[in-house]
């Protein structure tokens, strides 16, 4: 892992190729000294992003299928595994069984079942996982296929219930927290529970906006900036937390 105290802030879970420019994005994240996880969104993205990444200092790429693609992109399963060897970091992966997706569920768990077991025959994953409107079963499918000396999972923008939080700690999970969670009191209230050595901050940029324009990166404090109020803790003192966390992390995975 690149030094700890060359690290201003950890941005877990962002889509730097959606961005206008991508080799833009990607240098700009390097040069804040944002440690960034880009997810894709589809395999198909993986070897351009793999190639932006390759040499950089602060920014890794992960490798998806995303669930909300799953009824349209489901044949690139194949295409993912053939991937697998040359990425740690996957994802965007999971399931979404809000209004929009629910008819795909049950191809996605199909999907999801297998990036999980491939995963752990392979060892040594960190998995960025979406999980809107299905955490339990989210959680059934990391306990039954991915146990945890195998492959660490962190919930992204996670939204289930306290009681599905605790679940997720007790089986591993971190959780990747970003500004917009701390707007309401639901969100507030699952951030002052979660364990603190289990927190990674994220922007999901460009799914998230500042003044009007799409987060990056290097916007990313203000997430740590606000789970620190939620904490009681100092900005500072909370990015320290995160950075700790985040070598935690990556140390801790076999």
Known sequence: MTEAASIRGVDFHCHLDLYPDHIAAVAKAEAARIYTLTVTTTPRAWARNHELTRHTRYVRAALGLHPQLVAERADELSLWERHLPEARYVGEVGLDAGPRFYKSLEAQKQV????????????????????????????????????????TVVLHWFTGSKSDARRAAALG????????????????????ILPRDRILTETDGPFTQLEGKATEPSDVPLAAHATAAILGLSSSAMTKVIVSNLRSLLDGVP
Request: with cysteine.
């Open 112 to 151: 999801f079942q297998r990036v999980l077991v491939r995963c752990a025959e392979a060892g040594g994953k960190i998995l960025t996982v979406h999980s809107v409107r299905s955490a339990p079963a989210v959680l059934d499918m990391i306990e039954t296929y991915l146990p945890r000396e195998r492959g």
């Open 173 to 192: 999970c971190y959780f990747s927290i970003n500004a917009e969670m701390a707007r309401n009191d639901r969100g507030r209230d699952l951030i002052a």
